[in-house]
């Protein structure tokens, strides 16, 4: 395919063509600490040629820093832009995502103002108005595929909370995206009413559709139309490495004796699976895997989607987002259009995530934290509880209400020092994004702990077992035992901690670059 | 009211009077290391006769430790049958949430195994299987107020997970309980399939009734009935306090606020609270307070709801658990049975706290928690982090669904030798079962702080004004600063904190009965 359509044949809508502009021509729209709806969600779907045209704006008039805007998106986008936008100090708050390393760089260095939300909540708490002072945002920026004569949007590789945004902004700037084929028909819009007028969704299964495939839209608000031929810089995934096989291979054996428990059936429930290499590799997994007839609720679709598709197993996929690599991942699927095209339904993100459907058909959720600890928490945001890497997305929406709820990490990872210098088990998580109320299993290369219905000691045993890596087993199982009993004597054993030293391996890492310490009985007196 | 009918009355199954027999006469079905299952929520609906005879059994055979079993019950029951089994080392494994002194202590001590679990989780969760080796239990015990003529259990103050049960024990014994009214009409059971079969809870406000007033039961499963005349054992509450009254106060002016601004309508949205004081006074202020035409639909039903339907502002209450006081709830409420029955609905534990239902219906969520932080963690469940109190109940599934997710509490309480010796703000919490990503408000007595789009660094300085104690405002300030300082030196000063002195006030008060502490900035080297 290459061929993929003129701009007017997109725009059916035929009153919008007077509004077709070069994307600089919407420079004079925007102004500082104005509040911004884009669409997009992961890499996928995002407004590309106007926010390079203000970037590339502010670069050559020297507005760096004079040029701040509130950025709230459905999830994070494409480097080339919200990353650029940072690295141009063009952002003031930025909401609930985000994916780079200058955005990174300045949330925590202070200049970002970020909140993390669940992605499920945030798509409706923007609808009922908490992000800004009236509940209003002063422009929308939304990549479509086309536009229909009744101005109904039909959306490109996402849907994020563009549902939404039409309703709250003043302004909308359309971007029309023919530089590859049109999506219309994979989405499934539902508007839903705010409470206490809200209706249940009515989707029974991962393939049901429920709404309509256009986002309506009231045409006196789109202020500008601007062709784009720029395509989603999705990324590619590590190959499938030894680790995430072996975490994989865990996950299949734990399947299999869960259908032969009855309690799973024989084609699984729909499958989660969080943004990374190692949730890809599951995937893989899948792919070849002995289970067939299966379907997929999720965020994201990665790139071993593709292979899940092509090796039979997998009838249909429903997300908010199809995220694939810029190559090989796109091409293969434009090549191969027909084949995925009826598989895929997009949807809302307050669909996607939202709590209903994803209890209601039972979701099996699987995502990686950043560590975890012996009792079950997880920290999915924070590096050494301080620094942010992305945010918590999605993972507490599916991993609160799926029907199995299981984390997958690599037992240690390098630090600059030690080839196993950082361990993915701690005694104590240095930040909590999802608590030992919600976790099932935590899997990593050693082994899978299946944690139903364990009390917390019994947890942690279990963990360090079956998770730890051997470098770690013999310290955690110490920290265990010398917790238990310095608690114990106060009578306070239910889950003990010791809070002089549960954040030793972590400060241990940052002073001498390894998670590897003796002498947990050493006790610090904190005290005045 | 007096006269509560025969139990040949109440048991309109005639088959079943074959099997009537005294609470003594059940004993030999019970032995050493049966998993049960009871009827109940909080106190309220619990089974009495057979569990006291259990009791007096142990005891008067010097069987303490010898005869422990699994106890799964909704949430708490009375403390004259699950405190008196743990005191009599009754009790192995105790599931999801438990109330009374000799449980605790015997939970913190470690002879009960005990985890708790998101309350509306459970109740799925037992139904997968996921509790037990086979995912049955050996014998329910279920209290009802009649048997219908094809064997239909009408329930009493409470549906917990009766409608589970019924399908997971092999063997039931009922308690008829003939020394209160029948609550017959008042249940709405609604039996759902497992995933992937399940539909839709079509529950669109607070009253909607979606199944019918009985639990349809396998006759053949009934071992034995036996007649009660025990009511339940409800805790009245401690009488609003300025404190309480304060809090209420805030709530109050809050709601005025966001009404005016559109956010929420006039008769409010459907509202849940939690149990205890603080709750049982916010329900007392909304009694009194300028909001008409108003819904609960929450997990519990204190005594102050009675004076909220007295005083006419609310329309209909749906819960779980009708968990009046023995005195002098359940008797105004006898006395008064035409005004409160048909306003109230009391539904399955897999219902009443249910995301689906929860989020659709926009509730407010307003729950109380042992300790905050400054950056909006809260801690529900386990004093100083390692102590368990009761559970996390249904705090989390209505914090995380709600509209409006509020937490409130003292500022401070009392320690042993400090009328403020306790910081309900801290800088880090000590446990955590509410994150960030969760809550909107913050309220104390000192002042409500409205979290909704606040970056973390924001969300501190906002909690630490509104809402610390005076005698805490200054060191949690300086903590915050000097965090701020030390990490941004570092780079990561996302969510500052300082993980050799996060829990520096929790170890005073251990050491010293005192949170108040100086010195933040003097480093404490934990490493080798």
Redesign the interface.
């Known amino acids: 395919m290459s061929d993929f359509g003129t701009l007017e044949s997109r725009v059916r809508r035929k009153s919008l063509l007077s509004k077709v502009c070069k994307a600089e021509d919407t420079i004079k729209y925007f102004q500082a600490g104005q509040n911004l709806l884009w669409s997009g969600f992961t890499p996928a779907g995002y407004p590309k040629e106007v926010p390079i045209a203000l970037a590339n704006h502010v670069k050559a008039n020297n507005l760096q820093g004079k040029m701040k805007f509130n950025l709230f998106i459905g999830a994070s986008v494409g480097a080339e832009t919200e990353n650029v936008w940072a690295e141009l100090d063009m952002i003031d708050?930025r909401?609930p995502y985000q994916t780079g390393k200058n955005i990174a760089?300045g949330?925590?260095?202070?200049r970002i103002?970020?909140?993390?939300?669940?992605l499920g909540?945030f798509a409706?708490?923007i609808s009922?108005?908490?992000?800004?002072e009236?509940?209003r945002y002063d422009i929308g920026i939304i990549e479509v595929s086309a536009i229909t004569e009744d101005c109904g949007l039909a959306l490109t590789t996402s849907c994020g909370i563009v549902a939404e945004a039409i309703n709250l902004c003043d302004k909308i700037i359309i971007e029309v995206n023919t530089g590859q084929p049109s999506f219309e028909g994979m989405h499934d819009i539902h508007m839903q009413q705010?409470?206490?007028h809200?209706?249940?969704?009515?989707i029974?299964?991962a393939g049901s559709r429920i709404g309509t495939p256009y986002v309506p839209c009231d045409p006196d608000k789109i202020i500008a139309v601007v062709e784009s031929k720029r395509r989603d810089k999705g990324r590619a995934f590590a190959d499938e490495d030894d680790t995430s096989a072996a975490i994989a291979g865990h996950i299949m054996d734990f399947f299999t004796h869960e259908i032969k428990?009855?309690?799973l059936?024989e084609n699984l429930?729909?499958l989660q699976s969080g943004v990374g290499s190692i949730a890809n590799a599951v995937i893989g997994g899948l792919a070849k895997g002995p289970f067939s007839d299966l379907t997929v609720f999720t965020e994201v679709l990665q790139d071993t989607m593709l292979d899940f598709f092509d090796g039979g197993n997998l009838k249909v996929a429903s997300a908010c987002s199809l995220s694939l690599s810029e190559d090989p991942g796109f091409p293969r699927f434009f090549d191969n259009w027909e084949k995925y095209f009826d598989k895929i339904i997009l949807r809302p993100l307050s669909i996607s995530n939202?709590?209903?459907p994803i209890?209601?058909?039972?979701c099996i959720a699987m995502n990686t934290p950043v560590e975890i600890d012996i009792f079950a928490?997880a920290n999915s945001t924070?590096?050494?509880?301080?620094?942010?890497i992305n945010g918590?997305g999605g993972s507490?929406d599916y991993l609160?209400?799926g029907?199995l709820k299981m984390m997958h990490t690599p037992s240690a990872r390098p630090s600059k020092t030690d080839p196993t210098g950082i361990s993915c088990v701690v005694p104590h998580c240095?930040?909590?994004?999802h608590?030992e109320?919600?976790l099932?299993c935590v899997i990593t290369e050693q082994g899978l702990a299946d944690l139903?219905?364990?009390?917390?000691?019994?947890r942690a045993r279990k963990i360090i077992e079956k998770c730890a890596h051997p470098d770690y087993k013999d310290q955690l199982t110490e920290y265990l035992k010398i917790a238990?009993k310095e608690?114990?004597a106060?009578?306070?054993?239910?889950?003990?901690?010791l809070?002089?030293?549960?954040?030793?391996m972590?400060?241990?890492l940052?002073?001498?670059g390894t998670m590897k310490?003796?002498?947990w009985d050493v006790k610090?007196d904190?005290?005045?």
């Not at 240095?430 to 994004?433: G, L, R, W, Y």
């Not at 809070?499 to 030793?504: G, H, S």
């Open positions: 708050r909401w760089a949330i925590n260095a202070g103002r970020m909140g993390d939300k669940h909540l409706q708490d009922y108005g908490f992000y800004t009236n509940g705010k409470p206490p809200r209706a249940p969704f009515l029974t299964e428990k009855g309690r059936p429930l729909p939202a709590p209903e209890r209601r058909l039972g928490h924070l590096v050494g509880g301080t620094r942010m918590i507490g609160r209400n029907y240095s930040h909590i994004d608590t109320h919600d099932d139903r219905g364990l009390a917390p000691k019994d238990e608690c114990l106060k009578g306070v054993g239910h889950e003990p901690q809070w002089d030293r549960a954040f030793k972590h400060l241990n940052a002073q001498n310490v003796k002498n610090v904190l005290c005045e």
